[in-house]
């Protein structure tokens, strides 16, 4: 039996730490012992773990080393750690300087390792939790993992000396494959894509849970799910909210999910007055309630690798709408599963109208949806191959 070490910064709402924990789900406790090292316990996904999964307590300064700045510097004062405060306060100055600083290299001395040895280690997400695998973590085989399109990525020598230091890497896209090989110049034969696992039935069986909101029926319901950060283009759909409402479109916009640009996308509401008809509501931990009530899932993200959030609108059946990111059509194909439309509001907002006034569309996009196959069997399979179990 392998003993297998997964690393991931947090156990939150995102879409790899959903992907992790399904991976976590699928794998055959007799056939690998795993361990599950956090850099900050308490995320909401945590709970779902498998309880022959050890989650391993890392020490406090991993998180307030690798974690946001303006949540764990407090923490660093507290505990007198000052070299580390002024280390993190220089590297944060960098870093909006130079896109392409190499940070790591600064505070992996303040890091301790993992005690032990495995077989397999497996940093589950890119940049620092794949370079704790390399400096980290003892083990006979080291495997990172890419969760996003790295196409405008600007790499320089430090970070992918690191990467090459580990001895596969796994992405979740041929286009992010592509990509990152193309950017890095990384070995294309040491890397593998390996597709986010989706478990249908728990989605179904979770979005039949009762939630206590109450709809209005007359109106369109729009949700999206996602961190309220530029990439997911939260503050596009807020845009595309007001054209609607100009439109005469009598719809409510759903938002589910957190972030930094919460304060920011709020006042643009308020100040066009959207709030009757564009909610954040915040994060929710079963988001499938509200993704199976909706008339449209709208997805308006500037940049992904391979959209969780997509699949699991697909198994629910759902009508989409989707920007035209580069590795959008590893999912969507265009006016059968979903509309795809170019990254601005105006587009996004013709492709909801669209969906409102097209019942028949609608109907056979919902259809096709839910006859998509699944490949999370194969997927697992192709794990057991990556780590040579």
């Not at 790295?150 to 001895?167: H, T, W």
């Not at 597709?195 to 909101?213: F, G, M, R, S, Y």
Request: charge should be positive.
């Amino acid at each position: 039996m392998k003993h297998i070490i997964f690393v991931m910064p947090t156990l939150r709402m995102g879409g790899a730490e959903r992907a992790l924990v399904s991976l976590l789900k699928t794998l055959d406790p007799k056939r690998v012992k795993v361990d599950l090292f956090l850099f900050e316990r308490g995320g909401v996904l945590e709970k779902e773990v498998p309880s022959w999964v050890k989650i391993i307590q890392s020490d406090p300064i991993v998180r307030d080393m690798t974690l946001e700045l303006r949540n764990y510097l407090g923490e660093l004062l507290r505990h007198r750690k000052l070299s580390a405060a002024i280390t993190r306060l220089k590297i944060t100055a960098m870093a909006r300087r130079r896109k392409n600083y190499f940070s790591w290299g600064a505070i992996e001395k303040y890091i301790p390792s993992v005690p032990g040895h495995y077989d397999v280690a497996v940093g589950f997400l890119e940049g620092f939790t794949d370079f704790f695998v390399v400096d980290k973590v003892n083990a006979d085989r080291k495997i990172g993992w890419i969760h996003t399109d790295m196409s405008g990525k600007i790499f320089n020598k430090q970070e992918m000396a690191y990467y090459r230091k580990l001895d596969m890497l796994a992405t979740i896209s041929e286009k992010c494959r592509t990509a990152f090989i193309t950017r890095s110049e990384y070995p294309g034969e040491r890397m593998r894509v390996i597709e986010n696992i989706v478990l249908p039935q728990e989605i179904l069986h979770k979005a039949d849970e009762t939630v206590d909101e109450m709809w209005d029926s007359s109106k369109v319901h729009i949700v999206s799910v996602g961190r309220l950060e530029y990439l997911k283009g939260m503050d596009i759909a807020a845009k595309t909210a007001l054209i609607l409402k100009e439109n005469g479109c009598d719809f409510v916009w759903h938002i589910y999910g957190r972030g930094l640009m919460r304060e920011e996308i709020s006042q643009y509401v308020k100040q066009n007055n959207l709030s009757d008809c564009f909610i954040l509501e915040g994060q929710r931990p079963n988001p499938y309630p509200y993704m199976k009530k909706a008339d449209i899932i709208v997805q308006p993200s500037r940049r992904e690798g391979k959209s969780l959030v997509l699949d699991e609108a697909k198994i629910l059946g759902k009508a989409i709408v989707v920007t035209n990111y580069p590795s959008v059509t590893d999912q969507i194909t265009d006016r059968k599963t979903g509309i795809i439309v170019d990254t601005t509001p105006q587009a996004i907002a013709e492709g909801v109208e669209l969906l409102v006034t097209d019942k028949r569309l609608k109907s056979n996009l919902e259809d096709n949806c839910r006859r998509a196959p699944n490949r999370s069997r194969l997927v697992v399979d192709q794990f057991y191959k990556l780590t040579d179990i």
